[in-house]
């Protein structure tokens, strides 16, 4: 039951999600730039509310919410949560959400960006795992400290900044102010009142061991037998959890460190292959592009032009 409905579950790209929930004449699309598929920061106030209910969906890009006043409701892995002043709620990408309040009432910011900002100059696949909220497994809300505040402000009205007054967002000062964002969340996170469960425990564990393992290990048998467990139980833990299977989240994390070597160094494509665990580049040039929908070397050329 749980499997056929979470295969229901669509996931939107920006553009999609806001041509669906916001209604194709609403003057908001004015606000949205040829680049905001991947980036944006905006005032709530300068938003109006969504047209249609949000039925449980994903979205390719990472949601972040800071409320300064009134109050937001929506849930988040199916569990509801109200924002309220000085806390700030973060959906994943990826991570299920619905909305059944179009009325929303709150003033604060809205920021959305592509997890492949976080990849660019100064990122790092060790540096993003500090953030809890950015984890589909994680905690999503963050409440602030009086003090804390105004320096949260400052950074979003910063990146507010860079989307409104510029014709193209400069990508390498939306990463570097994102970052100190997230530093100055982690201070403070709020603390999770529900109790976790020993699959939750099973998958934390496991994103773990992916994150040590995962340039040699591709295998789901190998996880499963530094946990104790059999595969097909770690399968069941990580599905459930997450939607996605425990292999699925090994090609995930494959994908993503060839990412950052294809950014970040000038290594060729079999050297990446080969520091990702691919022995072979053209199976590795297969495998990328059958996740990411272009090549390596297109992917390269791309951002690039970033």
Known sequence: MKTKSAEKIKTYEAKGFREKFL???????????S?????FCLKTEEMMHLQYPVPPSKHSCHTLIFVQS???VMNVGFEEYKTV????????????????NIYNTYDGFICQFHPDILIGKYGSRELVNEFDFLKISGNPKTHLSEEDIPFVVSI???????????????????QTYLIALFYEMNKNPAKSLKSVSAAETITSKFKELIHLHIKTQ???????SLLNITPNHLNKCVKNVTGKSAARWIDENILLEAKYLLFQ?????SEIAIQVGHEDQSYFSRFFKKNEGISPIQYRKMIDKS
């Not at 209604?23 to 730039?33: C, I, R, S, V």
């Open 23 to 33: 209604g194709e004449d609403n003057p908001m699309h004015l606000l949205f730039k």
């Open 35 to 39: 680049d905001s598929d991947h980036f």
């Open 70 to 72: 009134g109050s937001h």
């Open 85 to 100: 002043p000085n806390e700030i709620i973060v959906v994943p990408a990826g991570q299920v959400f619905s909305i059944k």
């Open 156 to 174: 979003l009205q910063r990146l507010q900044k860079e989307y409104s007054q510029t014709t193209t967002a400069n990508l390498n000062i939306v």
């Open 218 to 224: 591709h295998q789901v048998n190998h996880y499963a």
């Open 265 to 269: 160094t000038t290594l060729s494509i």
